[in-house]
Structure formats: C-alpha cells, structure tokens
C-alpha cells in the first residue's frame, strides 16, 4: 500500500487544517489508518486512528475534542480535520495502514504501511 498524506502547511494558533492520506487499490478500506506525529528531536507519536470500517477511532489525549478522523472508502481517503491548533501541534505528519483493520491501533509497531509526511506548522 503506497500511502499519500497531504494537506500540511503554515498556519496560525487557533486555526484549522484538514490532512488527507490516499492510496490506490482496492484494498484500502481493508486497513486501519492511524496519524502519527513527530516533532524535531522528538520520537513519533500517535495522533489518532480509524479502523477499515469507520466504526472505531481512537485519539490521543492531547488532541481530543479538536482532531476528527474520517474516512471515505469509496475514495480510498481518510481525513484528519484539526482544529485549535496550536505551536505544540507542530511535526511533521504520517498516515500509517495497519493490515488488521478492525481496531484502531495506538502504537506504530501495530502498522505496516507508511507514508511520506506532511509538515504541520503552527505560529503562535
């Protein structure tokens, strides 16, 4: 699974910004799709996940009631809408599959799959 996140970008404390991770295929509604996050210096974090049917999510506790995860499988897409941001939700970001697809999996050895990141900046 070739996995594309999108969406990052500079923006200021209080705004919002939705990612994107897309794959090709007919699988990806079969996988787990969890964000993680990974500031300079910093080991790589989870963010949230969702799992192959939408049914379960799962968020950390710093993002909770600002970060939404979705997913459209019809569009081989799942979102990451943040709002509130602020400096401390500075990193780059990845979208990761995890091939079991029925839960939403916190930790990163649980994935199989990664992509590339998209920097998130937050300006105070």
């Known amino acids: 699974v070739q996995l594309q996140a999108s969406g990052g970008g500079l923006v200021q404390a209080g705004d919002s910004l939705a990612l994107s991770c897309s794959a090709p295929?007919?699988?990806?509604?079969?996988?787990?799709i969890g964000w993680f996050r990974q500031a300079p210096g910093k080991e790589r974090k989870f963010v949230a996940a969702v799992s192959r049917g939408g049914g379960i999510t799962n968020y950390a506790d710093s993002v909770k009631g600002r970060f939404t995860i979705s997913r459209d499988n019809a569009k081989n897409t799942v979102y990451l809408q943040m709002n509130s941001l602020n400096p401390e939700d500075t990193a780059v970001y990845y979208c990761?599959?995890?091939?079991?697809?029925?839960?939403?999996?916190?930790?990163?050895?649980?994935?199989?799959?990664w992509g590339q990141g998209t920097q998130v900046t937050v300006s105070s």
């Open positions: 295929g007919r699988t990806f509604n079969a996988y787990t």
């Open positions: 990761a599959a995890d091939r079991s697809g029925q839960r939403a999996q916190v930790y990163p050895r649980y994935y199989d799959y």
